[in-house]
């Protein structure tokens, strides 16, 4: 599989997309006005306890208070025993108290952040987490051998330099214990200049913030499978190179500068794929299509033949858009970053068979996901539930906002139904009030219909009120606002 990596910079905005053998598989996008959270570490004010949920309100310095949960307070392991691990969140946190926190999730719509206790500052080949003592390996490391091996060589730093607990990433895989000793050594450091910063820093700021989103390019996303990394802008450029040189130097000859005048997201037609990523449909190759709803609760995507009729019989054409769908569902899972509660109503199957190979075609296509997923069975409805883990926000709520006129609903009241909304009003208003004329403020649209097909209504409400009833199209109103004046 070839992978690559083209970061495209621009003054107010950084953005990023991995592409899979030519075919656009995730983006992410930085801006400068609003960057990311994830991994900041802050010095927290409990601004409120929750005892009814069993979680607390943090000000941390943002525009609403973030959230922390007594299952992500960690209690010292030298006097945490099983029946203090159970107290109730006030007798782990009180208002007015300070806490180191870090955030886990960003701020999601009205949602504010989530944090947790538990620092963990990751580096290439290593996750460090001060307070604890016990090793992990990435589950993504297989083989027992070099789990074992690993693990001895980090559990040799701990004995001699008595540092905290270390997760080994992924990307650890063969490497030599000197490039491991050397990142021990960088995050024990880092978490040093942390403590020493600690008793200056002010209540709701930030004691160590994440690196940009080229940055941690390089020190997350850099597995094997990617050959190269391309950027549009000599700045950002020469910083990668500068980071890969210090930190991660087997991937500085996988790093370039793209100075072509062609823009470096057409080379692949990503700004097409990011369009296509913000509609609700879905076009499948053998011409089935997807349409996907994302809402508060859930993401809801449901599968259809479309034009696609098969060659051989009914079962056998709906269990292949199945399959197809399978997979596309997988990468656009990645390219929308959509998470939490996710439903799939897949086309009814009857054979037992093929469900299970839908099923086991969807987990295959997920393998290659960042984002940690877990998919349920076929329910006895025919869909197949599955969560994966959100940290950020989806594509769509990046880059757009929730319609003005229809307030995210997708859709509006008619122009008719309007009409008669305004007819009652007038209705109430002159049997409360004595006005000598009614002034309907209204969208063209409204105000067309009731002088056209509506004229006859129109005449038997003025002769009903006794009043006369005048028209004004209001240039600023959306067809579901309007406004009775008296006169």
Not at 15 to 20: F, L, P, T
Not at 39 to 46: D, S
Not at 117 to 142: C, D, H, W
Not at 252 to 269: H, T
Request: proline share 3%; charged share 30%.
């Amino acid at each position: 599989m070839s992978e690559e990596i083209l970061v495209n910079v621009t003054p107010r905005e950084t953005r990023i997309a991995v592409v899979e053998n030519g075919v656009l598989q995730e983006v992410f996008i930085e801006r400068t006005a609003k960057r990311g959270l994830v991994g900041n570490i802050y010095k927290g004010c409990v601004s409120r306890v929750l005892p009814g949920m069993q979680a607390a309100f943090v000000d941390i310095g943002l525009e609403r208070a973030a959230f922390l949960h007594a299952s992500d307070i960690v209690v010292p392991e030298e006097i945490a025993s099983e029946e203090q691990r159970s107290e109730s969140i006030t007798e782990m946190v009180r208002e007015g108290q300070e806490v180191l926190v870090q955030v886990v999730k960003d701020p999601l719509g009205t949602k504010g952040a989530r944090l947790t206790t538990q620092v963990s500052i990751p580096s290439r080949y290593l996750v460090f987490m001060p307070g604890a003592t016990n090793i992990g390996v990435s589950q993504k490391i297989e083989d027992e051998l070099e789990r074992n091996r690993l693990k001895e060589i980090v559990s040799g730093f701990i004995a001699e330099n008595g540092a905290g607990s270390f997760i080994v990433r992924t990307a650890a895989e063969g490497t030599d214990g000197e490039a491991l000793e050397a990142d021990t050594h960088f995050l024990e450091k880092l978490w040093r200049g942390i403590q020493e910063r600690l008793p200056s820093t002010q209540r709701g700021s930030a004691v160590h913030e994440d690196l940009p989103l080229t940055l941690r390019t390089l020190r997350d996303m850099m597995g094997a499978d990617v050959e190269k990394v391309r950027i549009d802008s000599r700045t950002s450029y020469e910083q990668m190179v500068k980071f890969a040189e210090k930190y991660v130097p087997e991937v500085r000859d996988r790093v370039e500068y793209y100075p072509g005048e062609r823009p470096i997201f057409d080379l692949y037609a990503i700004e097409d794929e990011i369009h296509r990523a913000l509609e609700r449909k879905v076009q499948l190759k053998s011409g089935g299509y997807l349409i996907i709803d994302q809402t508060e609760a859930m993401t809801t995507v449901d599968v259809n033949t479309g034009a696609y009729v098969g060659h051989r019989n009914l079962e056998e054409t709906i269990f292949k858009t199945n399959l197809e769908a399978a997979q596309s569902i997988a990468r656009q899972l990645r390219l929308r970053n959509l998470g939490g509660i996710i439903i799939i109503d897949f086309i009814d199957m009857q054979g037992e068979e093929h469900k299970l190979q839908v099923l086991r075609a969807l987990e295959k296509s997920l393998t290659k996901d960042h984002a940690r997923n877990h998919i349920c069975e076929v329910s006895p409805l025919g869909l197949v539930e599955m969560t994966r883990k959100r940290t950020r926000e989806s594509l769509e709520h990046v880059l757009c906002k929730p319609c003005p006129s229809c307030s995210g609903r997708g859709s509006l009241k008619t122009a008719q139904t309007v009409c008669y909304e305004v007819f009652r009003e007038i209705i109430r208003e002159a049997r409360q009030f004595d006005a000598k004329t009614f002034l309907v403020l209204a969208s063209q649209d409204v105000v067309d219909l009731m002088l056209d097909e509506e004229s006859t209504s129109l005449a038997e409400l003025e002769s009903f009120i006794g009043k006369p009833i005048k028209f004004q199209v209001g240039t600023s109103y959306t067809q579901e606002h309007y406004d009775v004046v008296l006169m």
